[in-house]
């Protein structure tokens, strides 16, 4: 069965500061892992998706991903936070199943500080 | 709107009571997913739709469960005899398509209904 695993419950980073979100995945075949944002009550937005060959992806609001296939990480990246990413972020794999539903992680809540 | 639309955004019933959710995806989506996101078992997959095809159902938790897409858009899940556990959000996601070149379109989420069993 696939896995995605957030090690971290809650990363703590100071505005201006770079930031990693840290994801690695279990996955049978060809991984296609995304990052999701989740603001409260609200749904979760999609923030960047892996595609083939680029080993460093780039996303909305100024985020980034790194794919490492010999790690299976997709870290989540920003070179400088903002107060405003504070938010819930949930990394995800799309199924081996035809639909690809998405296994998510447990989720990270991201805390910047001013 | 041009997103996810999902209603009602909260409800509180009593256990036993059946309730119905319902999703109505960005227009032209082919494919429809329920999920549900709880303290304890975080965000699981419950249901998938595409098209015409028959649903996947391998994520719904028990036969009290159920959902169907009618007309290939709007969507409704309903639980029967509820009970405490089933307390979670229910989010509702759409995507263009699952298949062949297009199978990593993302999928766009609604907000989500907000149910509470007493």
């Known amino acids: 069965a696939q896995s995605v695993a957030q090690p971290e419950d809650q990363v703590n980073v100071a505005e201006g500061n770079p930031l990693t979100v840290k994801c690695t995945y279990s996955?049978?075949?060809?991984?296609?892992p995304f990052w999701y944002v989740q603001y409260p009550n609200r749904g979760l937005q999609f923030l960047l998706k892996?595609?083939?060959?680029?080993?460093l992806v780039k996303g909305s609001y100024g985020f980034e991903a790194e794919f490492n296939k010999s790690q299976t990480s997709f870290h989540l990246k920003k070179p400088s936070a903002l107060v405003s990413d504070s938010a819930l972020y949930f990394c995800?794999?799309?199924?081996?199943?035809?639909?690809?539903?998405?296994?998510f992680g447990g989720g990270t809540r991201l805390m910047v500080k001013p | 709107g041009a997103g996810v639309s999902q209603s009602p955004s909260n409800k509180v019933t009593e256990k036993g009571k059946d309730v119905e959710l319902r999703c109505d995806p960005i227009?032209?989506?082919?494919?429809l997913y329920w999920y549900r996101q709880s303290l304890g078992q975080g965000l699981e997959f419950l249901i998938y739709?595409?098209?015409?095809?028959?649903?996947?159902k391998s994520g719904l938790p028990s036969d009290r469960f159920s959902a169907e897409r009618t007309g290939g858009s709007v969507s409704t899940l309903t639980i029967q005899r509820t009970q405490q556990e089933d307390s979670a959000v229910y989010l509702c996601?759409?995507?263009?398509?699952?298949?062949?070149?297009?199978?990593?379109?993302?999928?766009?989420f609604g907000d989500g209904t907000r149910l509470s069993i007493l």
């Open positions: 995800a794999v799309r199924g081996p199943r035809a639909g690809n539903m998405l296994t």
């Open positions: 739709f595409q098209g015409n095809s028959a649903p996947d």
């Open positions: 892996y595609i083939t060959g680029d080993n």
């Open positions: 227009s032209g989506h082919t494919a």
């Open positions: 996601a759409s995507s263009l398509s699952t298949g062949g070149g297009d199978s990593n379109q993302p999928q766009h």
């Open positions: 996955v049978s075949g060809n991984p296609y």
